[in-house]
C-alpha cells in the first residue's frame, strides 16, 4: 500500500499520542443501580465511558498476581497501557472521561493509593445502598450465577461476617473514609441509590454536575439494568451455568447443531427456570439479624457523609 507524506504524518500522530486519562471513576457500589449509571452516563454527548464496564484494574497489583491469575481477567487489563487504551477513542468533544468498577470501594486498602496516584486529579463517585437490601440482591445474584455454595444469610450474620463478600461490601464507611482520607474529601461525591430510583433524571443532573458536564442533558432513563431472577430450581441452575458431566455430554451431543443454536436453547432454558426475586422470600430472622449487623456501621456512615439515613436505620432497628 502507497502511502502519501500526508498520510504517514497522521500515522505518527496517532501512534505517539497518549490518552487522556479518565477524570472521573465510579467507586462503588455493587447492587446499588451501577450499571444503570454506566448506561446514563454513556448517552451524554460530552461524557465518554471506557468500553468495558468494570475494568477493576486498580483493586490489586496485577504485576505482582500470578500468570494463572492474570490470565483469569477476563478482561485482560492488567497493565497501565492496557488501561490507558480504553480511552484512546475519546475526542474533544468529552469534557469528562470515565470508568465504573464498583468493586473499588470494597477493595479500598489498594485502589485508594492506586487511583490518588495514577488519577490525582479524578473525581470519584460513589453510589450506596441500603445495606439489608444491598446484601438480600447480592445473595440472589450469586444464586442466579451458580457462584459457589450458597450459605444462608442468617447463618453468614451468626458468624459474623468475617469471611462473607456478600456481608461486608454493606460496610461503607471505613472504606469511604479511607478513600477521603487518601485521596482528599472534596473528591469524593457520595450519592443514594433511593434517589436515582425515586427520581432518575433529578439524580443524573446532580452527577452531570459533578463530573462537570452539561447538568441540563436529560438521559433516557426507562431502562434499568439487571432485573433480579432467581432460579427455580438451583440444581437444573447450576446444570445449565456451570462446567459438569452432564452439560459436556450434551454439549458432545449436540455438535451438529450450530454453537448459536445451542446457545440460544441454553439461554431459553436457563428463563425458563427463572421467577421474578419477589418469589424468593427471605426469612424474617435474615432480615433481623442483617439489620442489626448493620446498623451501627450506617449511625457511622450518616455522620460521615452528613446525609440523612433515617430511612436506612428505621429498617435497621
Known sequence: MTVNPDQRLSLVVKSTTVPRPPTFVVIGVQKAGTTSLYMYLKQHPQVYMSPVKETNFFERDWSQATKEVQQRKKNGIITWDNYRQLFAEATDVHIALG?????YL??????????????PDAK???VLRNPVQRAFSDYLMHMRDAVGKQTPLAEQVRSRGTSSYVLLKGKYTEALKHF???????????FLYD??????????GKIYQSIGVNADFSADTSHKAQTAKVPKN????RLL??????????????KIVPTQIRRQIRDRLINLNYQGKSQEIFSEEDTILLQQYYREDILRLQDL?????????KEAR
Not at 99 to 103: G, K, M, Q, R, Y
Not at 107 to 118: G, V
Request: proline share 3%; glycine share 4%.
Open 241 to 254: 451455568k456451570t462446567q459438569n458431566p452432564i452439560r459436556t455430554v450434551a454439549t458432545g451431543l449436540m
Open 234 to 237: 438451583q440444581t437444573v441452575n
Open 106 to 119: 470494597f477493595h479500598h486498602q489498594y485502589a485508594a493509593e492506586q487511583i490518588h496516584t495514577r488519577l
Open 195 to 204: 434517589d436515582l430510583c425515586n427520581d432518575a433524571q433529578s439524580f443524573m
Open 305 to 313: 457523609i452528613q446525609r440523612d439515613l433515617s430511612g436506612w436505620l
Open 180 to 190: 477521603m482520607d487518601v485521596c482528599g474529601r472534596s473528591r469524593v461525591d457520595v
Open 124 to 126: 470519584l463517585i460513589a
Open 99 to 103: 470508568e465504573a468498577s464498583p468493586n
